[in-house]
Nanobody, 117 residues
C-alpha cells in the first residue's frame, strides 16, 4: 500500500521561507517515475481544499495564481519525493498543506504551515 508523508511545516514570519517535502513509500522507482504526477494542495479550516501546484512526470510545473513566482515545486524520483519551496510567505499562506497523486485519491496526512509575526 502506497503512503504519502509530508514534512517541513512550521511557524515562520511574514517574508520568510519554508520547504515542504512529500515522500512516497510502498512504490517502486519505475512506477513512481512513470506514472505519479503529483500536486500540492492547501486547506484552511472552513474552506475548500485549494490547488497550489502540480508537477508532471517530466518535471513540468503548474502553479495557482496566488503562489506563482513565490513557490517552486520539484521532484526527486530517486527519493520518491516532491518538494515545495515557499518563499516570501504571507499570512494568507497559512494552511495545512497536502500532497496528492494527481487525479487520484491518494493524499498525505498534511503538514501545518503558519505564517505569523
Amino acid at each position: 500500500q502506497v503512503q504519502l508523508v509530508e514534512s517541513g511545516g512550521g511557524l515562520v514570519q511574514p517574508g520568510g521561507s519554508l520547504k515542504l517535502s512529500c515522500t512516497a513509500s510502498g512504490i517502486t522507482f519505475s512506477d513512481w517515475a512513470s506514472d505519479w504526477a503529483m500536486r500540492w494542495y492547501r486547506q484552511v479550516p472552513g474552506k475548500e481544499r485549494e490547488f497550489v501546484a502540480h508537477i508532471g512526470l517530466s518535471g513540468h510545473a503548474i502553479y495557482s495564481d496566488s503562489v506563482r513566482g513565490r513557490f517552486t515545486i520539484s521532484r526527486d524520483n530517486a527519493k520518491r519525493t516532491i518538494y515545495l519551496q515557499m518563499n516570501d510567505l504571507n499570512p494568507e499562506d497559512t494552511a495545512v498543506y497536502y500532497c496528492n497523486r494527481a487525479q487520484y485519491n491518494y493524499w498525505g496526512q498534511g503538514t501545518q504551515v503558519t505564517v505569523s509575526s
